[in-house]
């Protein structure tokens, strides 16, 4: 039986309320490509009332927009005065068109006035105070119309049917039937007009249904759709009619499955129609008053309710539906869209506690669901932006979590993690950063975030930056114990391996271990380089590597300084990029840095012309430039490098207060530059003077000089 059908389906194309039919004017259905835009509702105003003909149709289509998605009751007091200015406007014109020439349009403007009534009546619920006055009133104009009418003219026939939908919206189902036979009769036998044949059946079906003659409505129907629903080819108001019957029947699934079916028959202008109809039945039909928590109600029926109330202005009716839906459904992506919609509209209400708490509790409904981390990580998203007096940032950590864990392959597992990251950089918790990192799911290292950037690059550059901010020996061991834990993994021993090549010691026990894991490439190349076994690196780094490469390959020269050349030609190859671990990002190398490499790289002119220059222009910060060249000159073994390094050391040791710690530091390594440069016999008795005249205050120093001394 059709009452019966269960099937779900979706529709393409404009609803249509009341279509007109005239042979001289094209009265049709809306637009079958969209409704009428009701923005210019929403901003107050409609229509420019310049043009009475402008202003008509605007309402009309206004009306269209708003009978399938109500609007505000403020909004919707904005259209009812432009419903009313239209009708005066039309109304002026009745009075203009007395000649018996324009009885054609006087026809024609006798039956937008009648359409216009009819289409403000549907703006309320059926049977609801507003809805039965407002077709009072169309009834009153559609009389009107009928004595001013001819009696053999084509309009008659319309608006006899609007007149017949009048009378069945105001409850009236008598009147209705006897409008509907009288309007068949009007139809002129010469007139080669096409009545609306199926508007005519589908409004006999719903006075049927008013009347309460189910037998007699589902009679009709069979006639139309036989035993499969879904297989017959009708028009929208056919198939609204049925659902006005299924709601009758109350059969909830069946309502349902059909509202899917007009959206997959007649598209979305349609269902939003549809929906409409059904939260007005429901609404009308629990007096207005919200069905308790324990409603067994299809779920599909609550997202249609939440949808009305959201129109209507009423976002926390809205949100409560939505949260109904969303706990009662047993279908994942459906519940999880409904709990994000709910706590959408909570957290716009400061209601974050009641959103988080919804999510939480829907995505452990839906356990295995992948959606369900989309809903846990909104939560987290709100309760951050909420505050503590909402969850704490332990209480946001621990979301984040168990989403890494419970759905490890979804891409909220990836931005959970990503965003723990940050939080973990944000208090310059270097090493539990980079721990993280590690705690992508295997599918996601070769997932790519942007054209330079993937997890594995990120992991690169989460344990670089660790070794650049802490010790570097505490650094490689975290190291070494993470990725070892993970071993089990193919892929985490070439990880291993690239950050091996990139930050550990050539004397690290791992390093042979490793030498062959490396991957193609920049890394393989990284090794042979800091091997001595290659003079340069064609292969570019990963992204944000530059800085740790830069420090690793500094601390490698000043370990054989014979390496200086070639690391610093290549170092002075690097390109620049912005580092992202600080809290003040900066661009990477600065000028300071590269003065030290030319100094390296054998452009030594050039290095001091630089500096002399930054000491002219700044000279507040000549320490920062004596002390970098003074450092770069000293690793080399060349006596005119020691030399220069000399003198670059008396100079910055010239500009610090005597016998501070700085001082004496810049001191000790003048006199090593003395002594490595052919002059140890100056170096000491210098030393020796020092340790009578300014002795240092720390052990260290005191063993530098009388090392010197010595």
């Known amino acids: 039986m059709i009452a019966n059908r269960r099937k779900t389906a979706c529709f393409v194309g404009c609803l249509v309320l009341l279509p007109l039919a005239s042979a001289n004017r094209g009265w049709s259905q809306a637009s079958p490509n969209g409704t009428a835009d009701n923005a210019s509702i929403r901003s107050g105003r409609l229509v420019d009332s310049g043009s009475s003909d402008s202003l008509v149709q605007s309402t009309r289509n206004d009306l269209i927009e708003v009978i399938a998605r109500p609007i505000p009751d403020d909004k919707l007091s904005v259209l009812l005065t432009n419903v009313g200015e239209a009708d005066a406007k039309l109304k002026a014109r009745l009075t203009e068109l007395e000649s018996p020439e324009s009885a054609r349009e006087k026809s024609l403007t006798w039956l937008s006035r009648v359409e216009l009534a009819v289409l403000k009546s549907e703006l309320f619920s059926q049977g609801s105070g507003d809805g039965v006055a407002s077709a009072a009133e169309a009834v009153q104009i559609a009389e009107a119309a009928l004595l001013a009418l001819p009696a053999d003219g084509v309009a008659r026939s319309e608006v006899l049917r609007l007149l017949a939908e009048a009378h069945l919206r105001q409850g009236d189902a008598r009147s209705a039937a006897a409008v509907l036979r009288e309007s068949l009769k009007a139809i002129p036998a010469t007139s080669d007009s096409n009545p609306p044949s199926e508007s005519i059946r589908a409004l006999r079906i719903r006075v049927a249904l008013t009347a309460g003659d189910l037998k007699a409505a589902e009679r009709m129907l069979q006639q139309v759709y036989a035993d499969d629903p879904n297989a017959a080819r009708v028009g929208v108001q056919m198939d609204l009619a049925f659902l006005r019957y299924l709601l009758a029947r109350q059969d909830e699934t069946a309502v349902a499955d059909w509202l899917e079916s007009i959206h997959e028959r007649h598209g979305a202008n349609a269902k939003d129609r549809a929906d409409t109809i059904v939260a007005q039945f429901r609404l009308q039909s629990t007096e207005g008053v919200p069905r308790p928590t324990t409603d067994d109600s299809d779920p599909r029926l609550w997202i249609a309710d939440a949808m009305y109330f959201l129109r209507r202005g009423e976002p926390m009716q809205s949100a409560l539906h939505f949260a109904k839906a969303a706990a009662s459904d047993r279908v994942a992506s459906r519940s999880v869209n409904s709990a994000l919609k709910a706590a959408a509209l909570l957290a716009r209400q400061s209601n974050s506690k009641a959103a988080v708490e919804l999510l939480r509790r829907i995505s452990q409904r ?60 944000r208090d310059e918790r270097w090493l539990d950063a980079a721990k993280i990192s590690l705690q992508f799911a295997e599918t996601h290292w070769e997932t790519d975030l942007s054209e330079l950037d993937s997890v594995r690059d990120n992991a690169l550059r989460a344990w670089a930056t660790a070794w650049l901010r802490l010790s570097h020996p505490a650094a490689i061991k975290a190291m070494h114990d993470e990725l070892d834990a993970r071993d089990d993994l193919g892929f985490i021993r070439t990880i291993h391996a690239d950050l091996i090549s990139l930050l550990a010691e050539t004397t690290d026990p791992r390093w042979p271990e490793f030498q062959s894991d490396t991957s193609e490439g920049f890394f393989r190349q990284l090794q042979s380089f800091r091997q001595g076994q290659s003079r340069s690196i064609e292969a570019v780094p990963p992204t944000g590597l530059n800085e740790a490469l830069a420090r690793r390959l500094e601390i490698d020269v000043a370990a054989t300084p014979t390496r200086r050349v070639d690391i610093g030609h290549y170092l002075l190859s690097l390109k620049s990029e912005q580092t992202e671990a600080d809290a003040k990002p900066r661009r990477f190398p600065s000028d300071l840095q590269r003065v030290g490499w030319m100094i390296w790289g054998g452009q030594s002119e050039k290095a001091e012309t630089r500096i002399a220059k930054e000491l002219h222009q700044s000279p507040g910060q000549a320490a920062q430039w004596c002390r970098r060249a003074a450092n770069a000159y000293a690793v080399s073994p060349l006596k005119s490098d020691q030399k220069r390094a000399a003198t670059w050391w008396k100079r910055l040791a010239d500009g610090l207060p005597q016998g501070t710690a700085a001082w004496h530091t810049a001191t000790i390594g003048w006199l090593r530059a003395i002594a490595d440069s052919g002059s140890p016999d100056k170096a000491k008795a210098t030393a020796q003077l020092i340790m009578l005249t300014t002795p240092p205050s720390t052990a260290s120093d005191r063993a530098a000089y009388e090392s010197l001394a010595n």
Do not use: C, N, Y
């Open 366 to 425: 839906h356990p295995k669901a992948p959606e369900s981390a989309q809903a846990l990580l909104q939560a987290a998203t709100i309760a951050q932006a909420a505050g503590p007096t909402v969850a704490t940032d332990s209480d946001v950590d621990e979301m984040l979590i168990q989403i890494a864990k419970q759905w490890p392959d979804s891409q909220s597992a990836f931005a959970a993690i990503r965003w723990r990251m940050e939080w973990a950089r």
